[in-house]
């Protein structure tokens, strides 16, 4: 994805490894191979909630063939959510509409 104004870089690649954006205030980001399921859940949430960049899994600037594995299945993941982020809020706002007119009358 490409950067744009108020982009949220949650995924990078630098000196031949992956990186996520943690929680951690010390260390703004972690190698992805420690990323955790709390982890991709809050990346998810970020994903939902904003406009976020992420490097492109390059094989060339990607060396550590484990963080190019686990990345790219990330990536993957993560923008194809991005790209369906209003479809999911529709269905999600559709689905709860109707449990709302169901059951709050």
Known sequence: ??????DMRILKVERGQG???SEKPEQQYQP?????KDDL????TIVVENEVEMDAPDKDQLTNQAHL???QSI????????????????E??????TELD????
């Open 41 to 44: 859940l809050r990346l998810l």
């Open 75 to 90: 990536q993957s993941k993560l923008d194809s959510m991005s790209q369906n982020k209003q479809k999911f809020r529709d």
């Open 19 to 21: 990186y996520f954006l």
């Open 92 to 97: 999600s706002q559709r689905k709860f509409a």
């Open 69 to 71: 594995i686990i990345y």
């Open 32 to 36: 992805i191979d420690e990323i955790t």
């Open 1 to 6: 994805m490409k950067k744009g104004r108020g």
């Open 102 to 105: 169901k059951y709050g009358k």
